[in-house]
């Protein structure tokens, strides 16, 4: 055979085994796809390959990175420890070249490569080819030589196909795993969305969801403010993080930040870094905890904007479709839940009003009855008491108590009278009386009950010249009601006081201090409501009436302070 046959055999021989190295190692990276579903190990996997078919001495697949925009080294084999972590802006160096244009690239020196870019001095020759999703590339296969010419077309060739069998596997691997993740989202989805509907109250659900924001998208910070539409501000009222709900209180005007934008828009907004924002919440919290993006979320029902979802990471981050879908999502199962929670409130509400209508109509028909009873024996009592003889000469004290025994039993028939006669006017009952003089008969009624239960009264009367234009009767009634509340506060004794004066308003006070328990923190708020009492013996009608009374005399009754060191109440009414 001729010399020239023989160098055509070799030829083919090497075209042979090229294209068997090329399919063989075709194969064995196409067969990572069935054997690891970590898409990282099967990057290592992918290089090891690589540099076994190439003899190459390092090798590297560089992706890139969608919140900073520029090159990431996800994995390297053989390059020195100073490329961990290297991050290469698209269009630098060999591989920032290919990631750019999308075309391989060989460079048999890299020393006279202008495109070159140096991370290790050992490398002598490099090449590289483009990893690719669809049509977009998304990173580069990089491979290294210390030797020169290392490389050539046929190897670039090669690297190629094995660019695009690797872009294959990681794009199956990653479309099965973001399919698990998505599935487990939907799941996570459907477990909240029955969580939050069998939730009863605003709060629990806005926990509910600030929660499961935070652990769906893996964020430092995820926060839901309230919005008040009548006072047009936004209140922070759930902030959790991954230890719990954080204590931090914050208010602000939708104007006054970029919130306000994803409120008056219906829209999501984002921003990549928050220090460089002049954002005006969270401001201390933002540099304390290192914030640097956010993704703000409307919560909507029926164009009605009930609040924002808001939530923080702490590294430069965009959101992708995927995750401002899953946000959008949960905004729309909170708003669904909240509108719930809302509605069952007023629903409770609403039987709890018609519950105690039924009561007051019982009561009212009940007390009409009594009324009516108690009405003749009384003018009975009366009559008699009208017919007895009384000493005139007797002591001061006795001649004050008759009087008062007068008076009373002339209240109790108005008061019979005013229950058969419910709905006509009182002004009848109405004249100028002495401010100080009510407060001291009202002090005489029940000086017996005050020796009984060991509380010393004072009362102390700014100014002894305070004329009102009042039912007697009612207001003396609504002091009683005042100071037997006071009476029960305070079982052991104590110190009640009763101070009149004028106000800046040019109107009469009257203050009633005690220095007994205090009223249970969780009644404050409804102390003046129907049949709420917290004494076994107590009806919870004597607030009621008495703030009724003092409203109808165009004043008022208030509660001041109360607390373990006692209660004070306010009432007020306009002078003559």
């Not at 999308?102 to 001095?121: H, M």
């Not at 058969?420 to 100028?432: A, I, P, V, W, Y």
């Not at 220095?515 to 013996?537: C, K, N, V, Y």
């Amino acid at each position: 055979m001729s010399p020239d046959n023989l160098d055509g055999v070799d030829s083919k021989i090497t075209y042979q085994n090229s294209d068997r190295r090329a399919l063989d190692a075709l194969y064995r990276i196409s067969a990572l796809a069935g054997k690891e579903n970590n898409p990282l190990v099967s990057l290592g996997n992918i290089l090891d390959e690589v540099m076994a078919v190439f003899g190459a001495s390092s090798a590297s697949i560089c992706m890139l990175n969608a919140d900073s925009d520029q090159l990431l080294i996800e994995v390297e084999k053989g390059l020195s420890k100073q490329s961990k972590g290297f991050e290469l802006p698209v269009g630098v160096g060999i591989t920032g070249w290919v990631a750019m244009y999308g075309e391989p690239f060989l460079s048999g020196d890299v020393a006279n490569e202008e495109k070159y870019f140096c991370i290790d001095e050992r490398i002598k020759s490099e090449m590289a080819a483009p990893l690719t999703e669809g049509e977009r590339v998304v990173g580069a296969l990089n491979v290294d030589s210390m030797a020169l010419q290392a490389f050539d077309e046929d190897d670039l060739r090669l690297l190629v196909l094995m660019a695009k069998e690797a872009s294959r596997v990681l794009g199956n691997m990653w479309m099965v795993q973001q399919l698990r993740r998505k599935a487990d989202q939907l799941q996570t989805l459907v477990l909240v969305g029955q969580d939050m509907a069998g939730t009863r109250k605003v709060d629990g659900v806005l926990e509910s969801i600030t929660r499961e924001a935070l652990l769906l998208l893996n964020c430092r910070l995820s926060a839901f403010f309230l919005y008040d539409a009548d006072n047009d501000y936004l209140r922070l009222q759930s902030l959790q993080n991954e230890q719990g709900l954080v204590p931090y209180e914050e208010n602000l005007k939708p104007a006054d930040s970029i919130l306000g934008t994803a409120l008056r828009g219906h829209r999501q907004v984002q921003t990549r870094d928050l220090l460089r924002t002049e954002e005006h919440h969270f401001v201390s919290l933002i540099r304390q905890e290192n914030l640097h993006s956010m993704l703000v979320t409307p919560v909507v029902y029926e164009d009605e904007p009930i609040g924002l979802l808001s939530l923080y990471v702490d590294r430069k981050h965009r959101f992708n479709d995927d995750e401002r879908l899953i946000v959008r999502a949960l905004a729309d199962l909170g708003a669904i839940a909240v509108q719930n929670a809302r509605l069952y409130g007023r629903v409770f509400s609403t039987e709890e009003s018609m519950r105690k209508s039924e009561r007051l109509t019982t009561l009212g028909t009940l007390a009409a009855e009594i009324a009516h009873e108690v009405r003749n024996p009384l003018m009975v009592v009366r009559l008699l008491f009208d017919s007895l003889e009384f000493d005139q000469d007797s002591d001061e004290s006795k001649n004050k108590d008759i009087s008062i025994i007068r008076e009373k039993l002339n209240h109790l028939d108005q008061i019979a009278g005013r229950i058969l006669d419910f709905g006509k006017s009182r002004e009848s009952f109405r004249r100028n009386y002495s401010l100080p003089e009510i407060l001291k008969d009202a002090s005489l009624l029940v000086r017996l009950k005050l020796e009984q239960s060991q509380v010393n009264l004072s009362v102390n009367q700014a100014n002894p010249n305070i004329t009102v234009f009042v039912d007697k009767g009612q207001i003396q009634q609504a002091l009683l009601n005042l100071i037997l509340n006071a009476l029960g506060a305070m079982p052991k004794g104590g110190s009640l006081e009763i101070e009149s004066f004028i106000n800046s308003d040019n109107r009469a006070e009257v203050l009633v201090s005690d220095t007994g328990t205090g009223i249970p923190e969780d009644l404050r708020a409804q102390i003046f409501d129907s049949f709420l009492t917290a004494r076994t013996d107590g009806t919870g009608l004597g607030l009621t009436i008495s703030k009724r009374i003092l409203r109808s005399h165009d004043g008022d009754l208030e509660l001041v302070k109360s607390d373990e060191s006692g209660t004070v109440f306010k009432l007020t009414l306009p002078v003559c």
